[in-house]
């Protein structure tokens, strides 16, 4: 098992920045990949962003180049640096780790709102 402890949400607003921080427990080293999704109201939990072990990232396409993923490995720790935010990044956002054996795992979620 694993668990993840999200944290950083809050309120913003529109054109700033937020760190999201995930802090990982429990057997790390079965983790392959991590990510972060999101899940506004009345819409359904998306992908924003994945780290693999190696170091391969994905982002979706409505956060490139604005959000960066990272992820410490020493410090069992993820992190989403969210920059140029907008009001529609306001959601829950989530932590997520899968093992190499694809069983995934998830954090009780942190809310971002970015004001207008």
């Known amino acids: 098992q694993v668990q993840l402890v999200e944290s950083g949400g809050g309120l913003v607003q529109a054109g700033g920045s937020l760190r999201l921080s995930c802090a990982a427990s429990g057997f790390i080293f079965k983790i392959n990949t991590m990510g972060w999704y999101r899940q506004a109201p009345r819409k359904q939990r998306e992908l924003v962003a994945a780290v693999t072990r190696g170091g391969s990232t994905n982002y979706a396409d409505s956060v490139k180049g604005r959000f960066t993923i990272s992820r410490d490995n020493a410090k069992n720790t993820l992190y989403l640096q969210m920059n140029s935010l907008k009001p529609e990044d306001t959601a829950v956002y989530y932590c997520?780790?899968?093992?190499?054996?694809?069983?995934?795992?998830w954090g009780q979620g942190t809310q971002v709102t970015v004001s207008s």
């Open positions: 997520n780790a899968e093992f190499f054996t694809r069983e995934n795992f």
